[in-house]
């Protein structure tokens, strides 16, 4: 009997595993049906702040068709929500009350921005419902109302110093927005980069542009425009940022209202196995920004370090591409189903900050000092050696490399405005390789005759990290008559994430056909 498997939600993730289901629907293993609450199929989040100040297109951004989709035999319900999840019945209820059956459930909710709560900002957090001049950027209409802002050259505050407020103010300002940034802590990725290396970012962030107003503390909004949009955003000392459209970059939480609406176990996210399993309920998964890879099983030791979901497209990605896998399988009802190794614990992850002319790369822990000797003597002994530091600076040419080691291996990273550095230490970091003893080498990766060089430091390396694809394979496909980003993309993925990546691959390109006219 064909199993019908159900996807809530539309966003990468969803797209992904509904690409890689699609032999099975083709085949008559099963009826897919994906439920997405949006009147759009699948786009790239990631890329909406690019949307926001005109550097791409709505289209550029599609991951799905739904048109096509729907020939290939999948049922696609756009701009519908699922009430509820009756477990009993195994059966969802949707917002214009149709009911849909299911054998086998993902959920796919993703995240919902964090809303602040605000004097004179105060909506529902699960279904905000913002005021004129105020915006999250996390799907279409909100890239919509940012890039009238940027078009119109309006001065623009971002409150959160995280990635993707940062990101945002960069491409903001460079367009031609006057934008200020304002967090909280004594400078920008407080959470994830030390001391130096904020300190550094921030005057370069203020070096294209962007005002930083750190140590800030907001306390309310004011709605003083002609047309009672936002006016102002209030500080904690009496102070206030004067605007025409604050834009809210303060985090995200997973959606697990369905999830607690049936009675699922949740934590930050929906708590699932290592096979993508809901707590006790083998008919339902989770995967992406909404799952938790968390199992019941007290002994695991992965499982008591995990720290909730990544809120990455990368490892999402890979869960939707495992669970498809594995969700054929037991449509096919193949005793091996189980024998499926489970899912693999993602490595650590890496933030980088993407935008032009700032290049920016942060990855384990990175708060030691070099002289901090407590610290670096913390957790050695019994013939495990204590942590060491190297650490470089230029402030005044916005650069910056910290490197923290363990018997030569990296266990921390901060690089910016040292993009090859950067590539090298990155890909160094996640082989658990042994660095040269003399660090000074890995700086003269962004010297000047290296720089002329151009490519990539180690062509078999990882390029695009979201989608796992190395340099070798790119140049492959650039050999085989790729000429484009975008033609890349459609043969490999490479840069269909978080586009980190796209000007390593117009390198890789420039470089074959360079070649070839010579």
């Known amino acids: 009997m064909t199993e019908r498997i159900v996807v809530v939600g539309f966003g990468p993730v969803a797209a992904r595993l509904v690409d890689e289901l699609l032999p099975a629907v083709r085949s008559a293993l099963a009826h897919l049906t994906v439920i997405g609450a949006e009147t759009e199929a699948a786009y790239n989040r990631v890329l909406v702040a690019d949307l926001g100040v005109g550097r791409t297109t709505a289209s550029a951004l599609a991951l799905s068709d739904a048109a096509a989709l729907r020939a290939d035999g999948v049922d696609v319900r756009l701009g519908v929500r699922v009430r509820r999840v009756d477990r009993a019945r195994q059966q969802l209820v949707l ?13 796919a909710t993703g995240s919902r921005p964090v809303i602040p709560n605000l004097t004179g900002l105060n909506p529902d957090p699960a279904t905000p419902v913002l005021p004129p001049g105020v915006t999250v950027l996390r799907d279409l209409r909100d890239a919509s109302v940012l890039q009238a802002a940027v078009a119109g050259g309006k001065r623009v505050v971002v409150l959160g110093g995280g990635v993707l407020g940062l990101e945002t103010a960069l491409a903001a300002a460079e367009e031609g927005a006057a934008v200020t940034v304002v967090h909280n802590g004594p400078h920008p990725l407080g959470r994830t980069i030390d001391r130096g290396g904020g300190a550094v970012l921030a005057a370069a962030l203020r070096n294209c542009g962007v005002r930083v107003a750190g140590n800030a503390r907001s306390t309310g909004v004011e709605h003083h425009a002609p047309d009672g949009g936002f006016s102002a955003l209030l500080l904690d000392d009496g102070s206030t940022v004067d605007g025409e459209l604050l834009v809210l970059s303060c985090g995200v939480r997973p959606r697990v209202e369905l999830a607690d609406g049936c009675g699922l176990p949740t934590a930050a996210g929906i708590l699932v196995d290592h096979r993508l399993r ?14 938790e890879v968390r199992c019941p099983e007290p002994d695991c030791v992965p499982c008591r370090r995990a720290r909730g979901p990544s809120g990455l497209v990368g490892p999402g990605w890979r869960q939707a591409e495992w669970l498809a896998e594995y969700l054929t399988r037991l449509a096919a009802d193949s005793p091996d189903a189980d024998a499926l190794l489970p899912l693999p614990a993602e490595p650590p992850g890496v933030v980088v900050l993407k935008a032009r ?39 005044e040419h916005g650069r910056y490399v910290k490197m923290l080691t363990r018997a030569g291996v990296l266990e921390g990273l901060v690089a910016v405005g040292m993009p090859r550095t950067a590539a090298e230490l990155i890909q160094l970091f996640e082989r658990g390789a042994e660095l040269p003893a003399d660090r000074s080498l890995l700086l003269r990766l962004d010297g000047p005759d290296q720089a002329a060089a151009g490519g990539v430091a180690d062509p078999a390396g990882t390029v695009c990290r979201c989608a796992g694809v190395s340099g070798t394979k790119i140049a492959a496909a650039v050999t085989g008559g790729c000429a484009t980003v975008a033609d890349v993309a459609t043969q490999t993925r490479a840069g269909t994430g978080c586009g980190g990546c796209h000007h390593q691959i117009k390198g890789i390109i420039e470089k074959h056909y360079q070649g070839a006219a010579a």
Do not use: K
Request: overall charge negative; aromatic content about 6%.
């Open 357 to 395: 002319g700032m290049n920016l790369a942060v990855a384990g822990g990175v708060s030691a000092e070099p002289w901090d000797e407590e610290v670096l003597c913390a957790g050695a002994g019994n013939g495990r050696p204590r942590l060491q530091v190297a650490q470089w600076a230029d402030p």
């Open 95 to 107: 917002s214009d009350g149709t009911p849909v059956g299911y054998d086998r459930l993902v959920l």
């Open 278 to 291: 809901a707590h006790h309920e083998p008919h339902i998964f989770a995967v992406g920004d909404c799952a």
